[in-house]
Structures are given as structure tokens and as C-alpha cells.
């Protein structure tokens, strides 16, 4: 049993209106590691260049994440990114980015993440995804992706060869639109469980999120937060804190997919309260227990009363 | 004990991307009405000219909505808005207002009405709002009041003047940002509670309703819908079965609001299902029934895995 995890490990740099980040680590392999690890050990596959801190990596070791499958280009630089929120933080501008060695990356699985129960497919080219896919020998007993609109544009005929091998697909409210050209979004989901995901989660961010499967629909509340920091990383966040329930619990039935979703939200609240992947680093399961609570808090009702 | 409404009474022609009505009946009152007499009794504040169909009028008194208060004057018309709906269903644009009736609208309650322990402002100008509170003799056990940001612009002083009376304040996410100056809705959340209101409802259409009061919140998911045909007054019928709810039970708990806004959710599903207030005139207590147990299994998980 193993959770094997697919993502770009970068350096952001990122402005809000609340403040500016110098160069931090980011990426949404980085992010999920971070998240995940609070569930389950990870099993990486990434690219960095030689520039990426050695310091950095020990962390993620010391932490439970086998790096075996990050390549280390000594020779060339990390992913970049870098951009500026607007003052809803819902839009963003990027200002830069630099691939570096994502643009050339062929990932390759070790043998010994071919164990792969879990896979999860942070948001990166869909031929990289499904690179991955293809070289595990055994299908996973679940395959999650996380994908944005920038993929649905430029590579949609790759995204739907990833989709037809997907059981979890995971995107916000306008990309699940533009993917399936069906504004009701029960619609959409229709349409986009017939390419292949037997589940669909929507991220909606600060409305929450989603479940689709078969006729049935969850919706699950995002915690309404007095300050939004920064919200890089917070859909990887949430995919982490997902597929790591998944993981821990190995339980891949709709009614645990629904937990998940509200752990994935909880580590998605604190990932925003800072910079960068600064607040995921240092929480306790104390603190996990106590964000969980209050979704439960915000979110029950006593329907007896009717 | 009773539950007083005030609200407009008036002919509405709506145009959506699915269709477009004749001049049909509309009005906050009216679909507040419709939906509380659900739950309880209604006793009526409005006007309408000497168009307005008798017919409609004798409907309303068969469902139990006392009509002492409403005025008719035959010499003049009744209220009338056109508006068509956009793409999406959120946005739309005011084609016509004639005001009528309206325009000189001076409210009186009758005797019979001074026995008002629950009283629904619906969206109306803030002075007919706040003439109706000073006539009551004996302040209601609870007064909710729906406005909308149209207010915020022309009558805000009045509006103050109500909010400081009023318990319950029902407004859409911008207009509660509109009204606090506040982007963030919690701190808008505070801001208003500082202004009058105990309890505030923020309402999200397709991602729900927060209930914001002390330092509790409660977020209500919305059912979500194949189609919304015409939104017009999901608004007034969320107002209707929240305050339905709330009489029927009388308990004005933070516990048993949460219940009354999935009361008033659900009912507002039904409004948007076909014109006008036509789905709201014939639901039975089963279909309600069904309808609210969706929304239990819309927002439930089981937390225990975790």
C-alpha cells in the first residue's frame, strides 16, 4: 500500500495586497507532500533543478516523503513562478514563468513505488500524468487528477486520455463549465463523469466544494475566514489533505470520499493563513482535530425540528 | 401570536434564456405569502391598484393570509416590474418599474394585527418598513428584515433606522459587502451585527446562505439544480420559509434558524423550478418533506472516520 504523488516542486514568488513573498518554495507537488504527509508517507515524483535546496528535501525525508522518483537536474534551474493577487483574491495575474526543467520532464517510476495504491496527479501536463499512469504495472486502486483550464486549452486531446484512466477528477466551478460547455453545473458533471472519472469534485473556494457521483451530490462548506493571506496552494492543499484521508483510511467508498473532502478543506483553511506552505509545516494533529471540528460545527443542523 | 408580513403586491413580465411570462403576479409580499402559509398563518401589509385580480386576492385569503392590511385602490394601478435574466441566471437587467400604488405607498396596521410576534419586513423602501415597526404597539418577538443594495444607495439613513430595530437581516454577499464596506464577510458579518442586527443571513444563491450571529456561523449549502427556470423571488420565498419555519415553531434559537434556512432554501428550490410564484401554489407537505430531506443528504458526513 502505498500514495504516490505526481507535482511540480517550484519557487514562487507572490504578491497580495496584504503583503509580497521573496522567492519561497511552492509547487503543487510540494504543497500536497506537505498536506498529505499529515495522513500517510508519500512517495514523490518530481523534477528540481540544482538550485533547489538540499535543505528542503532533507525536510521532506524527515518528513516521510521518498524522493526517489524527484530527479535533480544539477545543471539547470527550478520551475518559477510568480504573481499577483487582486484585492477578492478570487483572480490572480501571472507575472512569470519560468519552466525550467518541467518543460523537458519525463518522469520516471521507480520500482519501488510500484506498490502505487493511491495516485494522485497534481495539476501538471496531462502527458506527464499519463506518462506516470502507463508506467505503473498495476492500475492503482485509485487514480485522483487535479488539472486546471490552461491544460483544457492547449492539451485537451492528452487531458482526455488522463480523464478515460481517472477516477476522481478534481477542478473549480468555471473549469468543470469550460470542460464539459454545460453551465448548470449538475450538468457538467454529467458530462464530464461520461469521459471517465466516476467522481467529480468541484472547488468553488471560498463557497466550498462539491462531490458528484452517479445521482448522488455532497456539498461541503468552505469555513468562512476573517483574512485570506495568500491563497497559493490552497486547491493543492485541499488535494493533499484528500487523498491523504483516502490513504490513512483506505476506504474509497462516496461516503468517506465525503470526509475526505472536508479534511481536504480543513488543511485548505489553514494553508491560506500564510505564505507559501509556511503554515503546513508546523501543525499538529491537535490542531487538524480542532479545524475539523469546526466544519462540523458550521456545517450541522437539526432537521428534527421540521 | 401571529406572523405579520409586509411586502410588495404586483405584476411581474420576466424574460430568461428558457422563456418569457405574460404579465404575471409577483411581488415580495406575495411570494413571502405563498411560501409561510406553508408553515403558519399570514396576516398581510400592502397595496395594489383596482387592477389587480380579485381572483388572486381570494386565493390568498382560501391559503389563510389575512388581508386587512392591504389596501386597494381602485383608481389606480398596482406595482409593476419587467426584468430580463441573463446567460447565468445571477445577473439581470430592470426593463421596466412603474411604481404605481407603490410610489405613495403609507402602510396602516389594523387592530387585529397588533398581535404580531413575528413580523417579515420584505424588500420595500426602508420607511414603509419602519412606519409599519413604530405602529406596532408592542415590539415582536422578532423582527427580520430582507433590503437589497438599491436601498443602500438612495435611503440608507432610513435603512439604518430599521436596522437598529431588526433582528434578523437577510442580504445577498454583495450587498453585505456593500453595506460594511467589508470584503471579507466576516468582518462584514461584524460590522452589520453592530449596526442593529443580531443575526445575519448572507445569501449566496447557488452556494448557499451563511448564518452569522455571536461568534457562531452556519453555512446552508443550496440544492444543486439541473435548471433554475426563473429566479425571480427565490429571494422573498427563502424569507417566507425561514420566517414560516420560525413561527410555526416559535423558537427564535440559533439552533432552530439553521433549521429555518434549509426550511427556506428548500422552499426557494421549488420557486425557481417555474414563473412566478406558480410551482409555490400547489406543493403539498410531502413534496416539502422530500425536498428538505435532499438537503439533509446534500450536507451530511460522518466525521467519525476521521
Not at 535543505?55 to 526517489?68: G, I, P, Q
Request: with cysteine.
Amino acid at each position: 500500500m502505498s500514495l504516490v504523488v505526481v507535482g511540480s516542486m517550484a519557487f514562487d514568488a507572490i504578491e497580495t495586497p496584504f503583503g509580497k513573498s521573496d522567492k519561497i518554495i511552492g509547487g503543487a507537488g510540494t504543497y500536497i507532500a506537505w498536506c498529505a504527509t499529515n495522513f500517510a508517507p508519500v512517495k514523490q515524483i518530481s523534477v528540481v533543478g540544482g538550485d533547489f535546496p538540499q535543505s528542503e528535501l532533507d525536510a521532506l525525508t524527515a518528513r516521510s516523503v521518498d524522493l526517489e522518483g524527484v530527479q535533480i537536474k544539477k545543471d539547470e534551474k527550478t520551475f518559477f513562478w510568480s504573481g499577483r493577487y487582486h484585492m477578492d483574491m478570487n483572480s490572480r495575474d501571472t507575472l512569470v514563468t519560468e519552466l525550467n526543467v518541467l518543460g523537458s520532464f519525463n518522469p520516471v517510476v521507480p520500482n519501488s513505488f510500484q506498490d502505487c495504491t493511491y495516485l494522485m496527479l497534481g495539476n501538471l501536463a496531462p502527458a506527464v500524468q499519463l506518462s506516470v499512469i502507463n508506467q505503473l504495472q498495476k492500475r492503482p486502486k485509485l487514480v485522483v487528477l487535479d488539472t486546471m483550464n490552461f491544460w483544457m486549452e492547449i492539451a485537451l486531446d492528452d487531458l482526455k486520455q488522463v480523464l478515460a484512466k481517472t477516477d476522481v477528477l478534481m477542478v473549480n466551478d468555471s473549469e468543470a463549465r469550460q470542460l464539459s460547455g454545460n453551465y448548470s453545473l449538475v450538468k457538467a458533471a454529467k458530462t464530464i463523469m461520461a469521459m471517465g472519472p466516476q467522481f467529480l469534485i468541484i472547488k468553488k473556494g471560498e463557497h466550498g466544494a462539491l462531490l458528484f457521483h452517479e445521482n448522488k451530490v455532497f456539498a461541503a462548506p468552505a469555513l468562512p475566514l476573517e483574512e485570506v493571506f495568500d491563497p497559493t496552494g490552497a486547491g493543492d492543499t485541499f488535494a493533499g489533505g484528500f487523498i491523504g484521508h483516502i490513504a490513512k483510511t483506505n476506504d474509497v467508498s462516496f461516503e468517506n470520499m465525503k470526509t475526505a473532502i472536508i479534511v481536504g478543506s480543513a488543511m485548505a483553511s489553514f494553508c491560506v493563513e500564510k505564505f507559501g506552505t509556511e503554515r503546513l509545516r508546523n501543525l499538529t494533529d491537535a490542531d487538524i482535530k480542532e479545524r475539523i471540528d469546526e466544519f462540523v460545527q458550521l456545517a450541522s443542523f437539526d432537521i428534527n425540528l421540521v
